[in-house]
């Protein structure tokens, strides 16, 4: 799957957890999930769960940790999916 | 009082609950799941369009974290008494909490359809690591009153009572004493109970719920009445903003009525009581504290809000009420079971009917108690007392009492706000 691909498959995904949707028009790669966008950090769990179940991968609690920006959530899917 | 919010089964929002409460409307409906499930008591009382609502008062990111009805209804009461108080609801989170304000928000059973229906499953289903962030912050007893402290921004006490159903009751009587005590300027109190089939089937399992009305739902809540065979199960939300006079009076804010005093106790257990039935001597002990703190004689009491479930302890209230006040049977106040209409919403009760008595008194009305055609014959005495329909008069002072499991006891005071006298 495209990098571009999967970044807006992210987007989508995310969208119900973030509190400042103004900034969600204008993310990109380092636009970081808990003080950009405002995503309460106990739902990082649940956005994991949500990449699980779209992209039909298995993320550990390791991989999970690294998720900040969306630049990480799209490498840590790409790479479970290789 | 200075803000109200309710979501009842029979309305939502001040002006239709004021509506149904006046024209006698039950929100009393039968239950198709409840047939198939077996239960005696088929028929409940429970919010209407709570969906349609969340999605008009809150953002996605709100409502994820939504799913256990206590929340959601208890939610959308406290932003409907925060807007009904004056306030403007907090644009984001980035600001600074307000420290002047706190909220005592009681349930009887949290977040039991949440746990039941889908955390308990999914755990023994051996897949407890895929069931997300939010069940915790859900199913916490004080989830409700966590959440709405969140949604409002309050920096002061943010908790949850539970005392059965007096809850309700009970959070407007300590509210009450935290304005008194000069620890808050505001505090929004009340209670709340989620809908679920598991709560009530655990009443019905007791055999306390009505029977024998399932094919007719508006008559199946029959308290004080001769063929009543048990409560009918509720749900809803009911809360109060208390404030300190000098600051309401200082934002100029509508003050609906005033709480005198209160008292919360327990009998003990004891003197016939027990963890399902009330100490008699407890009950009077706990409304005449009530009256004594407010500085009220029972004859200045002009209408009661009554526990009155339709169990076989309505007659023994009525009559606790008469000793407390220390009246004759002809002398007792007009009394009335918001019940009648609503069922009994548990630990939500005291929370909605303090709002049906502070409407009554602010708006100049005394609601019929529906369904008691058929006074209880220990009643009779009271019959000139007891208002089938609706009355227009002009209550100035009203005694709210509730009474739970455990024989816990709590009675509250309100009388009138008239700015123009001495109050």
Partial sequence: MEHQETFDKVIGIIKPFVKNTDKLAGADQNTRLLEDLGVNSARLVDIVLAFEDEFDIAIDDEAADRVRTLGDAVTVIQEQKQ | ?423
């Fill in chain 2, 1 to 423: 009082m200075t803000g109200l919010g309710v979501l009842a089964p029979n309305g939502h929002g001040l002006d239709e609950f004021e509506r149904a409460l006046r024209e006698g409307c039950s929100g009393i409906r039968f239950y198709e799941k409840l047939r198939e499930l077996k239960f005696g008591c088929q028929v409940g009382g429970a919010p209407q369009d709570v969906e349609e609502i969340k999605e008009r008062y809150f953002s996605e990111e709100q409502r994820f974290s939504m799913k256990s009805t206590v929340i959601s209804f208890g939610a959308i009461a406290a932003v409907d008494c925060w807007r009904d108080a004056g306030f403007e609801l907090p644009s984001d989170a980035s600001g600074e909490p307000d420290f002047d304000t706190g909220a005592i928000v009681g349930t009887g059973v949290a977040g039991i359809d949440l746990m039941c229906g889908y955390a308990g499953p999914t755990i023994d289903a051996g897949r407890a690591r895929r069931m997300g962030s939010t069940i915790v912050e859900q199913v916490m007893c004080s989830g409700v009153s966590a959440r709405i402290g969140g949604l409002l921004g309050l920096g002061g006490q943010v908790s949850t009572n539970s005392s059965a159903c007096t809850t309700g009751t009970e959070a407007i009587a300590e509210a009450y004493w935290k304005i008194r005590a000069g620890r808050a300027k505001r505090m929004l109190a009340g209670g709340v109970e989620g809908e679920s089939h598991y709560t009530w089937g655990s009443f019905d399992a007791m055999r306390v719920l009505a029977t024998g009305k399932n094919d007719e739902p508006e008559k199946a809540s029959r308290p004080m009445s001769a063929s009543a065979t048990g409560f009918v199960p509720g749900s809803g939300a009911g809360l109060l903003m208390l404030e300190d006079l000098e600051s309401a009076l200082a934002r100029g804010a509508r003050i609906y009525a005033e709480i005198m005093g209160a008292d919360v106790n327990s009998g003990g257990q004891r003197q016939g009581g027990s963890m399902t039935a009330p100490n008699p001597f407890g009950v009077q002990r706990c409304i005449r504290a009530a009256l004594d703190s407010a500085g009220v004689s029972g004859e200045e009491v002009d209408t009661i809000n009554g526990h009155l479930t339709a169990t076989m302890a309505d007659p023994r209230e009525v009559a606790s009420w008469q000793a407390a006040l220390g009246v004759t049977p002809e002398r007792l106040p007009l009394i009335n079971s918001t019940k009648s209409m609503i069922g009994h919403t548990l630990g939500a009760a005291g929370g909605i009917e303090c709002v049906a008595s502070v409407l009554e008194l602010d708006r100049g009305f005394v609601h019929g108690s529906l369904n008691c055609e058929d006074l209880h014959p220990e009643l009779e005495k009271y019959a000139a007392s007891i208002p089938h329909v609706t009355r227009d008069v002009q209550p100035q002072t009203l005694a709210k009492a509730s009474f739970g499991f455990g024989d816990v006891n709590a009675c509250v005071i309100f009388r009138k706000w008239n700015s123009g006298k001495d109050n």
